[in-house]
């Protein structure tokens, strides 16, 4: 599943290069997008149970240097304060006919999303040839 998570981000990073790259990336970003969704309902029906998550900033102690941290204004060290992220998973219940219904939806507009993403990749190889 953690797959899913990287490879959109990969190819955004690669699309940035140039402009043909980011047309793809903009024309392959739905299909993407779906199928990470369609996994991660087929993982929670697997399961029985869904996982929600969410994202808190929790303080982490760092060392800060800089002038005016030392005596008379020299450069010292004191410790600062920065958030970070912590993202907490837990178990829900699910309705196992929703998720269902819910994934023959996600598959049915995958399904459009290939056809739309294969009619813009040509656009894009047309509009920016190798």
Request: charged share 25%.
């Amino acid at each position: 599943m953690r797959v899913f998570l990287v490879l959109p981000l990969v190819a955004l990073a690669a699309a940035c290069a140039n402009p043909r790259g980011q047309c793809l990336a903009e024309a392959t970003r739905d299909v993407h997008v779906l199928d990470h969704l369609i996994s991660e309902t087929e993982l929670a029906l697997a399961r029985g149970y869904g996982v929600e998550r969410e994202t808190t900033y929790a303080p982490r102690a760092t060392f800060c240097g800089g002038y005016g941290y030392g005596r008379y204004g020299y450069y010292g060290l004191s410790t600062c304060y920065e958030p970070y992220p912590v993202t907490r998973e837990t178990p829900v219940a699910i309705d196992p006919a929703a998720e269902r219904r819910k994934l023959a939806e996600l598959k049915a507009k995958h399904r459009e999303a290939v056809a739309r993403m294969k009619e813009d990749v040509r656009a894009c190889n047309s509009a920016y040839p190798e």
